[in-house]
């Protein structure tokens, strides 16, 4: 079961950052052309990272304290963690004027859908498997 969990986490990592590559590239170039050709480029890709970082932050916090005494706990001290560095640096770029904050919003968003999508689409085949079971049983 324990293998089963790392293949789906680490399946849906990769199927966010590959699928949703597609989108921010196209986005970060025509963006280019309609706002300032750096910050607004620049804040996609940072949307995009800091997305992609905040998923696997969650999914090693969540396997690592898996079965863990007190987890609940321990998993909300590091969600606190987590999201106050990454607001830290948020804000020190917007800030200092470095990215664009409708970018950053863009690359977050679209990591956030990329998410729901590939976590609908691992919950499907987990039902199918469950369903292929009680046939076979």
Not at 22 to 42: G, H, T
Not at 50 to 73: I, M, P, S
Not at 108 to 122: K, S
Request: charged share 20%; net charge positive.
């Amino acid at each position: 079961m324990k293998g089963v969990m790392i293949n789906t986490e680490m399946d849906l990592l990769k199927g966010v950052a590959v699928k949703s590559v597609f989108i921010i590239l196209p986005a970060m170039v025509v963006s280019a052309f309609f706002s300032d050709p750096q910050k607004m480029p620049l804040g996609v890709l940072t949307g995009w990272v800091f997305g992609l970082f905040n998923l696997k932050q969650l999914t090693k916090n969540v396997k690592r304290l898996a079965g863990a005494e007190r987890a609940a706990g321990k998993l909300v001290f590091l969600s606190m963690i987590r999201l106050a560095a990454l607001f830290s640096a948020i804000f020190l770029l917007v800030y200092y004027e470095l990215i664009d904050v409708l970018g950053l919003l863009f690359g977050f968003t679209v990591v956030f859908i990329f998410i729901l999508i590939e976590g609908a689409r691992a919950g499907t085949g987990r039902k199918q498997d469950r369903e292929e079971c009680k046939v076979k049983n």
